[in-house]
């Protein structure tokens, strides 16, 4: 490794993974097979905001226990999709949580929506549920935006238990359950655990995304929405975007006809698994005095600093070191500095990985 | 002419002439030439949340008059780009313009996005620049928004005269304006006018679109934002999507290297003008008892019902005579019912254009 600066701030997928000569396939077929219906308003064609009608059957048969493709929303990537969800169920003043630490740019996206934001501290196991109950008792909350699946940026998993306890405590104090799971089929380790969704069909909005499973440019995320509020998200959308970009989703609907999603999927995790080892075995060889959670699939570590090391800490330091970090005092809605960092290991080479974590002791 | 429904309620292109095979091969290029960059995050390949970078200086090329690249944002449509200018500009409560009648789906926009909005009359030439003195003399407006070029819905082409004096209220009184020009090079008599942006870069937001021009689902909205506002407009789109979507930018990209743009254009306004000359001969000769202003380019007709008729009273009967209209009460901020009706007549072959107003003759 030379003393090139090592990128540690975002979690995306390495370009050489890329299906860049797949896609141009499908790109031509969905033009052949699709071409009038992808270029026009998509409403005037089939009567719908929701997305390529397809595909949103492909997602809610996948899906199964009884989603229906007129739940399905896909919008320009999971971030906007989050976005209208949020703007379709608040209004400013409204109590919302998260877990903390929790995705720094959906908490931006609740916070512009004008709700106080309380976090949640989040255990080895998910959130915590005492304290979850507690808060839900004292007053009126719309909705909890949750990360159960190597919850980004902690990498933690939320386990069966606390997945009832949540949806039980959503049904039983009326507010809903954002489920944010895109990184899910990316597990290398264990079992998978009931999606939230299914424990609660009702309360739960399930979140994907083709992002780490295809390709982020793609800027396909979806939803499937309760029944109750399907209609307000869907007028929602349309008013955002009349109809979201459809000639990708026309891509990803050829990219799934032609089973070609799964070995992507098993392609990727053969290359995560190895990167997420590399800095496992790096972390316990060269920091045995910082703590993480161990996450089973996903793109994340969160390492908890030891010693006081605060985020800023770092930070000031970060030039010197040749390391860019994404700011970690953004993950926790509370504010202030943290003992925090977020490492997204698939985005980096091992090289890479033994080298930033050399780099990381040194300040430590 | 059967008696089938005719569909008067949207300004959507024809769907045979969509380029469907151009439009292919410009993706099999973008894929080709572009395909990882187009397939990533975008701000992560270039360091923008602006769109795909080659785009953007071929738009800030041709938009001329020192109109730089970093000031560019292409969104995914127009409404959404409108959407987050609009949100970057104002806070609830804000005082906001619109001509009365103007673009129904962005008085939605401005509303929900807590503005109070006022309608400047529209007169032959453009809105009443007396009242707009006034009003903005009375009190604060933080942007007008404005179609000069062949409004939707009204058809009518703002003079170069009232773009001198908006401009300059807009620099005396201090607000922003939008400035929406989809139809800009859809001109199929007279000469253009300046842009309103032209008078005044510092104050005018200008926004146009590739949905008229080469077609509505790729989604390809865009914008040339003032200086002063660039960076708050740009962290607003990076919160909203990270990256908008790029496949499409590609497409276009390619369209226009490829120099197919122009003869696009062609194409439509060749077929569009011999629409728009059959519902001028048939609203002529049938309903010469209606007004209505001739527009020189664009996709609508804005049509003045005659004898008190209402749109109400249209609507009741909109069924028996097989005609969907849109409603255009909602194409007026101030609510209540109108003699309006908007009537698209890119959308509509000339047989139907004939037949849709014989049958409206008949409720008249």
């Not at 009038?36 to 199964?64: C, N, W």
């Not at 605060?310 to 860019?324: A, V």
Request: one cysteine or more.
């Amino acid at each position: 490794m030379t003393n090139e600066a090592i990128d540690m701030s975002r979690g995306v997928p390495p370009t050489d993974l890329l299906p860049t000569e797949k896609v141009k396939e499908c790109a031509m077929s969905a033009m052949d097979n699709f071409g009038r219906s992808l270029l026009q308003y998509h409403s005037k064609i089939t009567p719908t905001v929701q997305g390529f009608q397809p595909l949103m059957e492909l997602l809610a048969d996948e899906m199964g226990n009884g989603a229906k493709q007129e739940n399905v929303l896909i919008g320009n990537g999971s971030l906007d999709v989050f976005d209208i969800l949020t703007n379709s169920l608040v209004e400013a003043g409204d109590n919302v949580l998260v877990e903390s630490p929790s995705y720094d740019r959906s908490i931006t996206t609740l916070e512009r929506a004008g709700c106080n934001v309380t976090g949640v501290p989040l255990e080895e196991d998910g959130l915590d549920t005492g304290r979850l109950a507690d808060l839900v008792e004292e007053k009126n909350f719309k909705l909890l935006y949750i990360i159960p699946d190597f919850q980004n940026p902690s990498g933690i998993t939320t386990s069966t238990k606390k997945r009832n306890e949540v949806t039980e405590l959503a049904e039983e104090h009326d507010f809903w359950i954002i489920e944010d799971s895109p990184y899910y089929k990316l597990r290398y380790k264990g079992e998978h655990k009931p999606r939230m969704w299914d424990l609660s069909p009702q309360k739960v909005l399930y979140m994907s995304s083709f992002s780490k499973l295809i390709a982020p440019g793609l800027r396909i995320g979806w939803t499937i929405i309760p029944e109750d509020i399907n209609e307000k998200v869907l007028q929602y959308a349309e008013d955002s975007y009349i109809t979201p970009s459809i000639l990708s989703q026309g891509v990803v609907y050829e990219f799934l006809q032609r089973g070609w999603l799964e070995p992507n999927i098993e392609k990727l995790k053969e290359s995560y698994v190895v990167r997420l080892n590399a800095l496992l075995e790096n972390l316990e060889s060269k920091m045995p005095e910082a703590s993480w959670a161990e996450p089973e699939g996903g793109f994340f570590v969160g390492l908890n600093l030891p010693g006081g090391t605060t985020f800023t800490d770092l930070e000031e330091k970060s030039e010197e070191l040749g390391l860019n970090f994404s700011d970690s005092r953004k993950f926790f809605p509370e504010g202030g500095d943290v003992n925090f960092l977020r490492i997204p290991f698939c985005t980096l080479s091992p090289e890479e990985i033994e080298e930033s974590i050399s780099r990381l002791k040194e300040v430590l």
